[in-house]
C-alpha cells in the first residue's frame, strides 16, 4: 500500500539552528511529495511538492529534494526562526483514475526557541 | 481570492446525532476533497467529489456521506454520531485532475460528548 513514515517530534531546536525532518515512503507508481504545515489553531498549508525523482521544491527557505532511490523527501532549513514552530506533515499523493488523494505521515512537532 | 472556506468553525455534538459541515472551494476549483485529523494525528482522506458525484472514499463507514453543488461547494454528513468522531474536519480543493495543487480550508472542530 501506500503510507508514508515521518520521525517523531518534538524536534526542538534554537533559533538560527539547521533543520532536518526525516520523511520516507511507500508508493506505487510514481507519487507527488508534499510538505504541508499547520500552525496552531489552523487547517494546513503547502509548504513545498516534488512532482518527479530529483525535483526540488522550495519556499519560504525550506528545501525537499525527491530522492527515489532512497524513497524519501526530507525536509531542511538553514536556520530556523521561532515563526517556524509548527506541525510538519509529509504527504505524497496517489493518483486514481485521474484524480489525487493525499496520503499523510503522522506530523512532526517542530519548537523554536529564541 | 477567496481560499477554501469551511463552517462551522467549532461544533459539538452528542452521541448518536447528525452533523453536517460545509465546505466552499478555492475560486475556480471543482474537486473537493474531506479529510479527517483526529488529535495528534495525519489528516486521513474520507472521499472526493467532482461533478456531484462521489470519484474516491477512503477507509470510513457509510455514516460518512456526502455532497457536491452545482457550483462546486460541498457537504459532509456524519450520522449516529461516536465519541470517536471527534475531530477536525478538513476540506481541500482542486482543479481538476492529477498533478494539480491541493489547497486546505482552516477545518471544522467537531466535538462529540
Known amino acids: 500500500g501506500n503510507s508514508v513514515t515521518q520521525m517523531e517530534g518534538p524536534v526542538t531546536l534554537s533559533e538560527e539552528a539547521f533543520l532536518t525532518i526525516n520523511c520516507t515512503y511507500t508508493?506505487?507508481?510514481?507519487?507527488?511529495l508534499f510538505w504541508y504545515v499547520q500552525y496552531p489553531g489552523e487547517g494546513l498549508q503547502l509548504l513545498l511538492k516534488a512532482t518527479k525523482a530529483d525535483d526540488k521544491g522550495s519556499n519560504k527557505g525550506f528545501e525537499a529534494t525527491y530522492r527515489k532511490e532512497t524513497t524519501s523527501f526530507h525536509l531542511e532549513k538553514g536556520s530556523v526562526q521561532v515563526s517556524d514552530s509548527a506541525v510538519y506533515f509529509c504527504?505524497?499523493?496517489?493518483?486514481?483514475?485521474?484524480?489525487?488523494?493525499?496520503?499523510f505521515g503522522t506530523g512532526t512537532r517542530l519548537l523554536v526557541s529564541p | 481570492d477567496a481560499g477554501v472556506t469551511q463552517s462551522p468553525t467549532h461544533l459539538i455534538k452528542t452521541r448518536g446525532q447528525q452533523v453536517t459541515l460545509r465546505c466552499s472551494p478555492k475560486s475556480g476549483h471543482d474537486t473537493v476533497s474531506w479529510y479527517q485529523q483526529a488529535l495528534g494525528q495525519g489528516p486521513q482522506f474520507i472521499f472526493q467529489?467532482?461533478?456531484?458525484?462521489?470519484?474516491q472514499r477512503g477507509n470510513f463507514p457509510d455514516r460518512f456521506s456526502g455532497h457536491q453543488f452545482p457550483n462546486y461547494s460541498s457537504e459532509l454528513n456524519v450520522n449516529a454520531l461516536l465519541l470517536g468522531d471527534s475531530a477536525l474536519y478538513l476540506c481541500?480543493?482542486?482543479?481538476?485532475?492529477?498533478?494539480?495543487?491541493?489547497?486546505f480550508g482552516e477545518g471544522s472542530w467537531l466535538t462529540v460528548v
Open positions: 504527504a505524497l499523493s496517489v493518483e486514481n483514475t485521474g484524480f489525487q488523494k493525499l496520503v
Open positions: 467529489y467532482y461533478e456531484e458525484e462521489e470519484r
Open positions: 508508493a506505487t507508481g510514481y507519487p507527488s
Open positions: 481541500a480543493s482542486s482543479l481538476g485532475d492529477r498533478k494539480n495543487t491541493i489547497y
